[in-house]
């Protein structure tokens, strides 16, 4: 990952609060329309609406497809936050007017696009030269009829983030390879290394992980079904992947081994700074961000291993409204931009793992390294995660939601001390309640 892509983030975070205002507020005049983009005078104007850093604008590929495609005028908004962006773009879907041409869509949301927005949305199912995902990616974007609503960017295959300084003071290895044989093959594993950590931990104090939620995470999405089964029934709670998940995270934040904290939440980037926690479990795409907020006194400390099982946590896709009036220019658009050398080249730049098989097997992908993270071979390890990824991903309409209210349950735990039982019944009880 190059140490560029960081400071692109910073570029755009900058910009991005103002980004997620005007999407609130307004789109550049368009909210009249059915759509903001339009043929006129010989000139075709594309509209995206895009949120975080999805590394399309951030790494110059817009501006490379005007220069290539001259009669093509692209212009992209991009909310800085992905909640604010999803609450306006369902409220321009139910209202039909306010879209752009292209939408982007963060994976928690796909399963309740397909089931409540097929038809807004124009089908790429029979597009030529787009037979080169990884199967479980389109997958999470198709209706139980066939029909593909978007193309996939990026995913979120993960491993595990490490501190060598803190791993040897602990008397631990610090050789990725060697720090990844601790936990081979089950988190239970990567628990017993905390409660090791935790007893010979040489120094000031220091918590082994930054929060049970991130062990949570890691644990449920490395399975097919999670929070709800192909029928879409709920089955959080007798799923026994959800209960293991939950057991496993609870102990860890029962047995003090957590820095108490939530990922991107107030506290973290300033644990990240100050060195509170020794390891966290990390998608891709997480990367970029620790290296910006744990900051230039830290280049070199942490690491990167292979986590205990294959999971993805993330990813996203682009759709083009069905009403779009430049719908087959704005179709065009999508798939250069997914295609497996810009995939690459967005890898190259920021660190957005690919959706592709073939970006992941090319070369710019295999060979990339971190410097930040002590060279790790980010390329090999992330691109062999995203292997491990069950080929079927079966995803919820309120998966998002509901992770959050785990994050939040296992927070009573960790931060006021209740009891896992009692976490738990006030977990299930937001649930419904946020679910219906």
Not at 219 to 242: A, H, R, T
Not at 264 to 270: C, N, R
Not at 352 to 380: C, H, M, T, W
Request: proline share 4%.
């Amino acid at each position: 990952m190059s140490t560029s892509g960081s400071l692109r983030r910073k570029a755009v975070a900058a910009a991005a609060t103002a980004g997620a205002l005007a999407l609130v507020v307004g789109c550049g005049g368009s909210d009249d329309s059915a759509t903001g983009g339009g043929k006129k005078n010989g000139k075709v104007t594309i509209t995206m609406g895009l949120y975080g850093v999805m590394g399309l604008k951030e790494t110059g590929l817009l501006e490379q497809y005007e220069k290539e495609n001259p009669d093509v005028d692209i212009k992209a908004e991009i909310a800085g936050d992905e909640q604010t962006y999803y609450t306006a773009l369902q409220t321009r879907l139910a209202a039909g007017k306010g879209l752009k041409d292209i939408q982007g869509i963060e994976i928690g949301r796909a399963k309740e696009i397909t089931d409540t927005q097929s038809d807004k949305f124009a089908d790429f199912g029979d597009m030529s030269g787009t037979d080169h995902f990884l199967p479980w990616k389109q997958s999470q974007i198709s209706t139980a009829d066939g029909k593909v609503l978007g193309l996939g960017t990026d995913i979120g295959p993960m491993a595990v983030c490490y501190r060598k300084d803190y791993f040897e003071k602990a008397g631990l290895p610090t050789d990725r390879e060697e720090v990844a044989k601790l936990w081979e093959g089950d988190w239970k594993k990567y628990v017993e290394v905390g409660r090791t950590f935790k007893k010979d931990f040489k120094g000031d104090s220091v918590a082994y992980m930054d929060a049970a939620s991130g062990l949570f995470n890691a644990m449920i999405y490395g399975n097919s079904e999670q929070f709800y089964d192909e029928k879409g029934e709920l089955i959080y709670d007798s799923n026994p992947v959800v209960k293991d998940a939950w057991g496993l995270a609870a102990d860890a934040a029962e047995d003090g081994l957590t820095a108490k904290l939530r990922q991107f939440q107030p506290g973290w980037d300033p644990g990240l700074a100050n060195g509170t926690f020794a390891t966290a479990v990390c998608p891709a795409w997480m990367l970029s961000h620790i290296s910006e907020k744990a900051g230039p006194a830290n280049k070199g400390k942490w690491d990167v291993a292979k986590a205990p099982k294959g999971a993805n946590w993330g990813g996203s896709f682009l759709g083009v409204v069905e009403q779009s009036p430049v719908k087959e220019e704005a179709k065009k658009l999508v798939a250069w931009l997914t295609a497996p050398a810009q995939q690459a080249h967005i890898f190259k730049e920021i660190g957005n793992i690919p959706s592709s098989r073939q970006a992941l097997d090319s070369p710019e992908v295999k060979s990339a390294e971190s410097e930040y993270f002590s060279g790790a071979p980010i390329g090999q390890i992330f691109g062999a995660a995203a292997q491990e990824i069950p080929d079927k991903q079966v995803l919820g309409r309120k998966d998002g939601t509901i992770k959050d209210t785990f994050s939040q349950g296992l927070t009573l735990i960790e931060q006021q001390g209740t009891a896992r039982d009692k976490a738990w019944e006030t977990t299930a009880e937001r649930i419904e309640k946020a679910v219906g």
